[in-house]
């Protein structure tokens, strides 16, 4: 089962209405359907992706721009938060 926390959910709709502003709908769509993608992928093979040096994380690069960050919690895939791969961050 997939779960997505609070701050997932959060920088999800950001990164979407950042995809909105600068560039269009499709654009958005295509975004969603890669995320979809990932999830479906990730419910067959929860460890597809490599852990990060952050404890218990995983990450999967949705775009050249962005990444999944997830954790697996016994049967449980939770969606952690997206990121924009330029910037810095503590999932590194």
Known sequence: MIIWSEEAKYSY???????????????ALNFEQKVNNLLE?????????????????RKCVVH????????????????VTLIFNKDNHKYY
């Open 41 to 57: 992928k990730l419910q067959i093979n929860n460890h597809l992706y490599p852990a990060t040096n952050y404890k218990d994380l």
């Open 13 to 27: 709709e950001n990164i979407i209405d950042d995809i909105l502003a600068k560039w269009n709908v499709k654009t």
């Open 64 to 79: 050249k721009n962005s990444s999944l960050i997830y954790k697996i919690n016994q049967e449980n895939i939770e969606v």
